[in-house]
């Protein structure tokens, strides 16, 4: 009777931060929308969110291409199909793997400092000092980040396809010697504007998910070191497992 | 003028706001003064719309707080100023910019004049020539005076001052107490200032209203709360540690929980 009553409990107890969290992100959202607007906010934080994010993707980016070149060879090799190398490391990296790592590496990055950073103003009283300026706080501060997020997502998993496929194309034709007319041509005959849609659609969705969890996370926090730093750890953990969840859920969406 | 009646504010079963009545008048420092865990908080955040009543009713030139809606009561606060008890500075922002922030917000000034007014600010606090360093290369006393200049940057008619003096030095604390009395006089505004510093409470304050556990055990100017007859206040002023105050605040009787439990 006391594991039931506790279990229910808990169960409630989650709906209910769900249920917060999407009044929460949808009212970001709406405020955004909203006047006043505050571009230099949304600059600055597309600046923190995707260009600082930037060399990090360049280098997941190219050994992730560089490592399918690779075992994509390996692979390929043994049924004498090497010709197809350049439309197995496209397909792989703008379907699946370019959404999803470069969600990954940009949460780890950017996600725990955005906790962070709202935790911080919130344990030095900066929300209740902006509501005390007439500055609403959602607003001044999550809004701009919600959406430099969806924005910046979209660019820099381009940025991480581009790339990736520049690493395949490295090992596989200077390194392996496949053919470069067969890499790039395959590969251009291959990839279908779906492939890419299905991709661009994914990153928006990561961009809103690391941004929401973030977000979230940061204002909730408890107002204590302890708080934040454990908001910090769970963003880590939460926006990299609802990555992979939604990443399935997303592809046999778009199949 | 701020006039508050009736204000109840309960926290799981404890009674923070209990029944209170009082006023703060225009052109005089209110010290709203009190123990730990006496109320004196929650009463500053309800008097400044941060959070709403259980009952009662807060009035601000004649409109109830309590009513209005977020834009209005947005309105309302933009001709109101706070000090944070930590300052509450932006941390990513210049000295310059936080205090130009609520300006650059609400206002259309021109930037030469927002210039103008922060270099004015910044000279009334004794501070000018940092206006380029960030929160953090300050000293707690120096952040305190920030967030005063940043507070009286949209000429406020109400500022209010969450503990201004608390873990500031002797000299620090007298600067400060000092620019409260100079800025409610300049201005003819209303002041009130929320404090368990007894010495320079009496210093700075033209009336003083004592909280007990969520209650008003008194209220008047300095002098009437200095021969004040009553026990509380006496030991409140004297920071006497045996009194009618007790030290703590426990359920159980001391002998019963040492010898049965």
Redesign the interface.
């Known amino acids: 009777m006391e594991i039931a009553a506790s279990l229910g409990r808990f169960t409630l107890y989650r709906i209910q931060v769900l249920g917060r969290s999407g009044i929460f992100i949808f009212t970001a959202i709406l405020q955004a929308f909203l006047p006043?607007f505050r571009i230099s906010r949304l600059i600055k934080e597309i600046e923190f969110i995707g260009s600082k994010s930037f060399l990090i993707v360049f280098v997941t980016a190219l050994f992730t291409g560089m490592v399918l070149g690779l075992q994509g060879y390996y692979s390929l090799s043994q049924f004498g199909a090497e010709a197809a190398l350049g439309v197995m490391v496209a397909l792989s990296i703008i379907r699946e793997l370019g959404p999803v790592l470069c969600a990954l590496m940009v949460s780890g990055r950017a996600g725990s400092a955005i906790t962070a950073?709202i935790g911080?103003?919130k344990i030095?009283?900066?929300f209740?000092?902006l509501?005390?300026?007439?500055?609403?706080p959602l607003k001044y501060v999550v809004s701009p980040k919600v959406v430099a997020g969806i924005i910046s997502l979209p660019l820099l998993t381009a940025f991480f396809d581009l790339i990736g496929i520049a690493g395949g194309y490295l090992v596989g034709v200077k390194l392996l010697g496949v053919s470069e007319g067969a890499y790039i041509g395959k590969l251009a005959a291959a990839v279908t504007f779906r492939d890419i849609y299905g991709g661009i659609i994914k990153s928006l969705c990561f961009g809103l998910l690391i941004t929401w969890i973030a977000t979230f996370m940061g204002y909730t926090a408890d107002a204590t070191t302890e708080g934040v730093s454990r908001a910090t750890t769970n963003t880590v953990v939460l926006t990299s497992l609802s990555i992979l969840i939604v990443d399935y859920i997303l592809t046999s969406l778009l199949l | 003028m701020i006039r508050v009646e009736n204000l109840v504010k309960r926290y799981d079963g404890i009674t923070a706001s209990n029944h209170l009545n009082c006023r703060f008048e225009r052109g005089k420092v209110t010290v709203i003064l009190g123990g730990s865990g006496s109320g004196k908080s929650t009463l500053l955040r309800q008097l400044?719309g941060?959070e709403k009543p259980d009952e009662g009713a807060v009035y601000i030139d004649g409109k109830d707080l309590t009513t209005l809606s977020r834009k209005e009561l947005?309105?309302i606060?933009?001709k109101?100023?706070?000090l944070?008890?930590?300052s509450?500075l932006?941390?990513?922002m210049t000295i310059f910019e936080n205090i130009a922030?609520?300006l650059r917000?609400?206002t259309k000034i021109a930037d030469n004049i927002i210039k103008t007014i922060v270099t004015m600010k910044l000279e009334m606090v004794g501070l000018r020539g940092t206006e380029h360093l960030m929160p953090s290369q300050l000293s707690g006393g120096m952040m305190k005076r920030v967030g005063l200049a940043r507070a009286v940057v949209m000429d406020p008619t109400v500022i209010?001052y969450d503990e201004p003096t608390s873990g500031l030095d002797p000299i620090s604390t007298g600067v400060i107490g000092k620019l409260i009395q100079d800025l409610n006089k300049a201005l003819n505004i209303t002041s009130i200032v929320v404090s368990h510093d007894i010495d320079s409470c009496f210093k700075i304050a033209d009336n003083i209203i004592l909280l007990y556990y969520g209650e008003i055990i008194a209220n008047g100017t300095v002098d009437e709360i200095r021969n004040s007859t009553d026990e509380r206040v006496k030991q409140f002023i004297q920071g006497a540690p045996e009194g009618p105050i007790p030290f703590a605040r426990t359920a159980k009787n001391y002998l019963d929980e040492i010898l049965y439990d």
């Not at chain 1, 509501?131 to 609403?136: G, H, L, S």
Request: aromatic share 16%; glycine share 6%; proline share 8%.
């Open positions: 006043p950073e911080i103003m030095t009283d900066q209740p000092a509501e005390m300026m007439a500055v609403d | 400044t941060l947005f309105e606060r933009k109101m100023g706070m944070f008890q930590g509450a932006f941390n990513y922030f609520p917000e609400h209010f």
